[in-house]
T-cell receptor, first 114, second 112 residues
């Protein structure tokens, strides 16, 4: 157990639908990062939150949004889902933001859009 | 733009030998570089971080070097075991927003 909890582990949904992925960071970590990894592809950075505020954005589609709550857990909302959104979605956390410490990743949510 | 290159072909190593993986980068001088291990369907696991003023770092059977002149990091696993088989990712600090820039990873296969 890495200390980062992601739910659900698996999600199957239809095109056009909306889903919410949830992440609880490791205790003490203030930064949360969301990544997308498609089959046999590299990690694509989506967005980072630090202590409740958006810190950096990557290649996140307008159909996707995220937030970090006061208790530091984060949610990634994916809407108007397309077949190409099928992927593993990882959440990671770190102590600070850009401080050079390693990230702790969750076990991911596997999203399948049919 | 910044670019990271890792060997895209799988690396096959005999058990007991030293495995060496390469990470090359261009167009940037990162303050630090990280190595992660990823098993299929699992999240990456942080292994080592090396800073620009460090030439080498060790952790048990792992060793990382960082050559800022060559813009290259080498990741070594000594006395390799089949359990070391995984994909290894390097990541370096980007030049904007302190985000990590990730390599595509090298798949390592240790044969008994």
């Amino acid at each position: 157990d890495s200390g980062v909890t992601q739910t659900p582990k698996h999600l199957i949904t239809a095109t056009g639908q909306r889903v919410t992925l949830r992440c609880s960071p490791r205790s003490g970590d203030l930064s949360v990062y969301w990544y997308q990894q498609s089959l046999d592809q590299g990690l694509q950075f989506l967005i980072q939150y630090y202590n409740g505020e958006e810190r950096a954005k990557g290649n996140i589609l307008e159909r996707f949004s995220a937030q970090q709550f006061p208790d530091l857990h984060s949610e990634l909302n994916l809407s108007s889902l397309e077949l190409g959104d099928s992927a593993l979605y990882f959440c990671a956390s770190s102590v600070g933001a850009g401080d050079g410490y390693g990230y702790t990743f969750g076990s991911g949510t596997r999203l399948t859009v049919v | 733009s910044q670019k990271i290159e890792q060997n895209s072909e799988a690396l096959n190593i005999q058990e007991g030998k030293t495995a060496t993986l390469t990470c090359n980068y261009t167009n940037y001088s990162p303050a630090y570089l990280q190595w992660y291990r990823q098993d299929p369907g699992r999240g990456p696991v942080f292994l080592l971080l090396i800073r620009e003023n460090e030439k080498e770092k060790r952790k048990e059977r792992l060793k990382v070097t960082f050559d800022t002149t060559l813009k290259q990091s080498l990741f070594h696993i000594t006395a390799s075991q089949p359990a070391d088989s995984a994909t290894y990712l390097c990541a370096l600090e980007g030049d904007s927003n302190y985000q990590l820039i990730w390599g595509a990873g090298t798949k390592l296969i240790i044969k008994p």
